[in-house]
């Protein structure tokens, strides 16, 4: 038994845990051992050699069970019923028991965990305390030593333990150093194996993309010729089915180089409508036969060329609008560009992907960009993909330095919005535009070369015969002379004798690979084409390939499958000018008109909304593009949108009748209903609710802006027109093109220099509002008590009363209210009120204006939502207290019309 137990001990199988579980263990039984001969009786001595057998009987069942956790619970156990009878059996703390108590603890630590560790160490500590203190006080309990050899027995413990501990800790040590070599040992195996992973993906990319490369080349010549419908509709099926199982190459291989640190990225100069045209161009096919109708807005201002990495960009454009077209089965599939200049030459841009699909569950939005996982897969079961486009999209953005949220609405849609920051190449607004096509052979037209060179001659070198063929067969029609090889060691044999105008080379090649080619190429003596344009023509896919070309001194880089088009693209780029000649019906050849056509969209970085208790002059949310989410007013003739359907008047006439009237917030459908919407007027909306203690509209707006990831809730801590007042600052701000994060912190700033306080004429609505009792009212009726209402800490609290008469009450609650004028920002006040006729408004604004003139007063009307609490005959002073920094607002003159409103 000891012999299994020591090679559990060292066996590197066993998990660390079982170990150690059978090291201590095995420590604890050789201390009880030891103190079998400090027993007294026959009946102390069984009791030891039982446990001894108990704790041997667990450990074995444990270790046989893996049930490590209760059989470490339970020898714990065993060892606090034990030493403590040992102790007292023995003589108490003149025995050698003590000593011992220190490997229970030593136990508990390393063999348990979680709660349970904590648990028994208190238990642990309590005991020792216990036996401690009873054989202090009472020390009759603890039996006399038969013997008079304690102080021995206390010393042969003490070494007996501090041998066992230091064996112990010996034992951990190596075992921690035989872990860690392990860990090392699988560390270094994993790198290995990543190391082949990326190799073999590249591997797999190359050899996969060789065949694909002749099948979509060969195909496209198909395409080309006098055939029937039967035959060019198959033949645009198996371009289909090449280029989606080229994608999901590509998304492999991605996965692969982002895991393993090895994606770089690569910013080059690039025309944006030449990119936008080209996605437009593989998309708005797909959309057509899903019959979606595909949109596009772009931006008129933005620079006509840019500088970031346009490969990964047109990757990250492309994955979002496959994955909008794939999940969407009806509707339209949108594609917004907006831009954003933010220094001399640098510009961020706004790429926006919106659809009317199926839209994502509020649940599984954190999930969307996990790789290898499909939301919903019970319900998209039956749509194409690896799951990881989205995953591939955010760690692209990510490298790029950009952001990428998404919004989403269940059943409604979804919205992805990308940021990029670009450097600028040319100043030139991009303006608009008729987009224009790439490539027609999809639509089965005739195709025309887009030029001529007889006199031009090139070389193609690749060891792949099919490969040699598709490249002649392309450029076919551009009657350019074309010469092959299959070698490097070929390819220098031809240039030693004739003089080419371009090479195209292919990179991987058995004996002298593209690479060894083109140096060898440069140096050649005699050779006579030292200084012609190399091409890179290759499988080998991705930016860091470009890098790796452009470094080693390609002058382009193709990627298989080459199309034909780009392929003349690319020869007509390299070939000298005087031996082109430019087909003119093919230069002017363009989309047809009902396809797409740029269109101009100007759209916001942020756009401030709010409720429309927020009490703002129309003039001002006009001014400033406020938008509003409107209460619910419930009255006895059913529910009424606040200011839409039921103005203040109208509720006050209804209530005056006898009838009851009160407000409620706007459901979180509302709220998800009102950002979907707004979102399409701006990236991000920053939206202002009233003070979350006094109304539900703060969480509910909370909720429904879980579904948006560009929608931030903020408590205003007020209601009404001072609640107003930080939404005007707020929208100042955002048309001045702050931040969203400054923004939200100065909302939070100017809760506590709001003032915000009403005078309450009758307590009838608070009342019937749930505000106050039913007592209370009667009180403040019978005594003339008007409340005077304020907000502190996002709670309506009264601040006091006021008595007598509601003029001489309204007196002097606006001497009090105004009374530290050196505090009191006097640019700009709101006279907001509720059932006051015109002679009542001006005797308030004559008070007002007598004990402290403001700049601008805006007499404003109280919305119904917030009449029906306080009732008719209501008003409240709402201005800002001293703090320049926190209303840059109002710092620019005469924006928001006269002095009153």
Known sequence: MIKKWFDLIVDHRISLRERMFCIVTVACMIALIFTLPMGESVLNILLLVAGLAAMILILNFSLRKKRIQAGATAITVLLLTLFPFTFFSAGGFYSGVPEWFVLCFIYVCITLQGKRRIVFFGLCTAETLLCYGAAFYFPEIALPSAHNNSFFDSALSMILVGLLTSVLLMFLNRIYEEENALTQQQKKEIEELNRAENHFFSSMSHEIRTPINTIIGLNEIILREDISEEVAENARNIQGASKMLLSLINDILDISKIKSGKMEIVNVSYETGALFSEIVNMIWIKAKEKGLEFKLHVDSSIPSMLCGDEVRIKQILINLLNNAVKYTSQGSVTLSVRCERQAVNKVRVWY?????????????????????????????????????????????????????????????????????????????????????????????????????????????????????????????????????????????????????????????????????????????????????????????????????????????????????????????????????????????????????????????SILVTTDSVCDLPESLRSQLGISVCPYYVCTDDGRFLDGQELDADELLMHIARGRKGYSQPPEVEDYESFFAQKLTEAQNIVHITMARHVSSGYYNALEAAKSFENVTVVDSGHLSSSMGLTVLCAAYMAEHHAAKEEIVESVKRMRRFISSAFIINSTHMMCQAGRISKKVQILCDALLLHPVLKLKKSRMVVGHMELGSFPHAAKKYIRKTLQDTRNIDRRILFITYSGLDEEKIQYIQNLVQQYCPFERIYLQKASSAIASNCGPGSFGLLFMRRDDAALPFFETPGRDGPASA
């Open 352 to 604: 926006s992907v919106e659809d009317t699909g199926q839209g994502v569950k509020k649940e599984n939005i954190p999930y969307i960009f996990n790789a290898f996982r499909r939301v919903d897969e019970e319900k998209n079961r039956h749509i194409e993909g690896t799951g990881l486009g989205l995953s591939i999209v955010k760690q692209l953005v990510e490298l790029m330095g950009g952001e990428i949220s998404v919004n989403s609405v269940y059943t409604k849609g979804s919205k992805f919005i990308v940021m990029l920051e670009q450097d600028i190449v040319d100043e030139e607004e991009l303006g608009v535009f008729t987009l224009t096509s790439r490539s027609r052979a999809h639509e089965g037209e005739t195709y025309r070369q887009s030029f001529e060179a007889p006199g031009a001659r090139i070389l193609v070198v690749d060891d792949n015969d099919m490969n040699l063929l598709v490249v002649r067969k392309l450029l076919s029609e551009t009657k350019i002379q074309i010469d092959t090889a299959s070698s490097g060691a070929e390819c220098l044999r031809l240039t030693q004798d004739h003089r080419y105008d371009c090479i195209l080379m292919d990179h991987m090649m058995p004996e002298m690979d593209g690479i060894e080619c083109l140096h060898a190429l440069r140096v050649q003596p005699g050779g006579l084409c030292q200084d012609v344009p190399v091409v890179a023509l290759t499988a080998n896919a991705g930016s860091d390939n470009q890098l790796l070309y452009r470094k080693e001194g390609f002058s382009g880089y193709l990627a298989k499958p080459v199309s034909g088009a780009l392929l003349e693209a690319a020869v007509l780029s390299i070939l000298p000018k005087g031996l082109v000649q430019m087909d003119e019906e093919a230069q002017q050849a363009d989309i047809e008109k009902d396809i797409l056509i740029f269109e101009q969209s100007q759209r916001r």
